[in-house]
């Protein structure tokens, strides 16, 4: 939904906007304190009241009582990829495309690793200065270890200039933290292909908080952090996603 907010804005039209807010009532699946306004999604999801019993059920029953026999009766082994498809629905992605993994740097590693041994005559990874901290010092480490790679950053009004026939890959991050600014998932990722780039987007702020439609974009690698706008709680695993048309081509680096 997209609301037209005015030149001048008051408490009068913030509670209107609030009253006529469609998604107002989720906040009752949350454990937040009265009067408390939490604006930090970005930083830790907020605890949803389904949680705790869940998890106390999986301390208790499936490894209290149920140990080894775990792994299959109560489908861990298979969690991966049973939670990916759910996250999957949020992002615009196909079933068996997101698996939940590790953290968002190790899958950022991972997949950048793939990328530019899938792409040997390509030998660099393209960014820009305004990524987020970590999604430049993962690709400047691969670079760093990979024989003949190189890691180029530029302003983001030269992102498009700097796609030459040397980009295996292209990872920025979806939404801005900063700023809020959001990407056009669908043109970027457009004029990469043109140059025979593949696109890597980070959905750490954008998956659970706007809009993505990772399919309709043709993106070809993502990744998404778990315990931001996804509510999965300090030390939840992170999640990737591999278009259904690359997973024979990439190989895990680890
Ligand atoms: C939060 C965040 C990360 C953090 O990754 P961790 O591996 O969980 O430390 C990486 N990239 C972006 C864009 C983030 O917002």
Redesign the pocket.
């Known amino acids: 939904m997209r609301v037209a907010i005015p030149d001048a804005v008051d408490r009068a039209l913030c509670e209107r906007l609030d009253a006529d807010d469609p998604l107002a009532a989720m906040r009752e699946r949350f454990v937040l304190d009265d009067g408390l306004i939490y604006l930090d999604g970005n930083s830790l999801g907020a605890l949803p009241r389904a949680t705790a019993p869940r998890i106390a059920h999986l301390v208790e029953h499936e490894w209290g009582r149920g140990l080894i026999r775990s792994w299959l009766d109560a489908e861990w082994m298979a969690s991966p990829l049973r939670v990916g498809d759910k996250i999957a629905r949020l992002i615009g992605a196909r079933p068996g495309e997101v698996l939940v993994t590790d ?4 899958d950022l590693f991972k997949l950048l690793t793939a990328a530019l041994r899938a792409r040997p005559g390509r030998p660099v990874v393209l960014s820009e200065d305004e990524n ?1 901290p ?2 430049l010092y993962i690709p400047e480490g691969v670079a760093a270890l990979l024989e003949g790679r190189a890691f180029r950053r530029v302003a983001r009004s030269a992102l498009i200039d700097a796609l030459d026939g040397d980009v295996a890959v292209l990872a920025l ?1 979806h939404v801005d ?1 900063r700023t809020g600014e959001v990407h056009d998932m669908e043109a970027v990722t457009a004029a990469a292909h043109r140059a025979g780039a593949l696109t890597l987007w ?1 959905l ?2 954008s998956a659970g908080a706007i809009a993505v439609d990772l399919a309709r974009a043709g993106a070809d690698l993502a990744v998404g ?1 778990g315990y ?1 706008y996804l509510n999965g709680g300090p030390g939840a695993p ?1 999640c990737l996603f591999v278009s259904a048309a690359l997973q024979n081509e990439l190989r895990n680096p680890i």
């Open positions: 953290t968002t740097s190790v987020f970590t999604d991050t933290y980070d750490s702020h952090c931001k992170a």
